[in-house]
């Protein structure tokens, strides 16, 4: 998957959001798969450190797990989206069974929140046309991401991953890593470094 999308791939997929048009050097920092012990609140405490906000594409599943976590987000006042209750394949789902799991999860999610939370971000990318028009309809705005750091892939290396975040980061870009085990390694490495080079650089991160 490419580390930057190609500018195509937007221009097909209108009604999804894979950037924030603007000149002012905003950027939107998020991250998928979580909440997980130590390395969500490993990444909660570089935020605050920085005093920074983002985006939490949570798992519900993960939520029903990890409550504690979860309301840690919240509590930091970081926003929150829906990444599907078991992280499935949208190719791989049929519609109805697609949507089941969305609505799952935003029961889930509002569960511990008092506001209506209607932000998702298809697990790998992956959804089908008949699955957005639903969602659409159901008010959800769909997050996809300009900048991947690919922090989950093995044959990333910590520092290539870092770069895959500077190298391509614009204003209005949207930012994805994960806050998960299998990305640790790699998130560790390139987080903080691409969050000191980037405030450096005169950007400034917004909620989506």
Not at 79 to 86: D, E, L, P, Y
Not at 98 to 123: D, G
Not at 164 to 170: A, L, Q
Request: proline share 5%.
């Amino acid at each position: 998957m490419f580390a930057k999308i190609p500018f195509l791939i937007p221009l097909l997929f209108p009604k999804q959001l894979w950037a924030v048009a603007n000149t002012d050097k905003k950027i939107y920092l998020s991250f998928d798969d979580g909440p997980i012990p130590e390395i969500t609140e490993w990444v909660l405490d570089l935020l605050d450190f920085y005093q920074i906000k983002a985006t939490f594409f949570c798992i519900g599943d993960n939520i029903e797990k990890h409550p504690e976590i979860f309301r840690k987000i919240i509590a930091a006042q970081h926003q929150i989206g829906n990444h599907t209750q078991h992280h499935i394949n949208g190719w791989k789902t049929e519609t109805s069974k697609y949507i089941e799991e969305v609505l799952l999860c935003t029961k889930k999610i509002e569960k511990h929140t008092k506001a209506s939370q209607h932000l998702f971000r298809p697990p790998y990318g992956k959804i089908k046309t008949s699955q957005a028009k639903v969602l659409l309809k159901k008010n959800y705005k769909i997050v996809m991401w300009t900048v991947l750091s690919k922090d989950y892939d093995a044959k990333t290396s910590p520092e290539q991953c870092l770069q895959n975040v500077v190298k391509h980061t614009r204003s209005g870009s949207i930012i994805l890593f994960h806050d998960s085990w299998k990305a640790s390694q790699n998130l560790k490495h390139a987080l903080p470094k691409a969050i000191e080079y980037l405030l450096k650089e005169g950007y400034q991160f917004e909620l989506l």
